[in-house]
């Protein structure tokens, strides 16, 4: 699986992005696709996360409320469209493949496959 990320950039606090993740390669009904970010210094940390198949979707108490994922079915990728944009949302932004189990969606662990970067940054 290979996992193109694009959507980044600066936006004033209150403002949104969508970030997109281009996926190829072969994917399973098991397959589920998450965004994870990492501030300077900090731990990579889950976001959201979408099960390929079904569609199930699961967030972090960050997120919830103002960001959502999604299926892009006609460019098949994954889409982050986030709202109500924050200082603290400021990252690098990373998408991932995996197949975790429905319980265990935001363990970065469980992701084996990662796109490369896209930088957000959220001024106050």
């Known amino acids: 699986v290979q996992l193109q990320a694009s959507g980044g950039g600066l936006v004033q606090a209150g403002g949104s992005l969508k970030l997109s993740c281009a996926i190829s390669g072969r994917t399973t009904g098991s397959t589920a696709v998450a965004w994870f970010r990492q501030a300077p210094g900090g731990d990579r940390e889950f976001v959201a996360a979408i099960r390929w198949a079904s569609r199930t979707t699961s967030y972090s108490d960050s997120a919830k409320g103002r960001f959502t994922i999604s299926r892009n079915y006609a460019e098949n990728a994954v889409e982050l469209q986030m709202t109500s944009l924050r200082p603290e949302d400021t990252a690098v932004y990373y998408c991932?493949?995996?197949?975790?189990?429905?319980?265990?969606?935001?363990?970065?662990?469980?992701?084996?496959?990662w796109g490369q970067g896209t930088q957000v940054t959220v001024s106050s």
């Open positions: 991932a493949a995996g197949s975790p189990i429905l319980s265990a969606l935001g363990d970065v662990r469980l992701y084996h496959y």
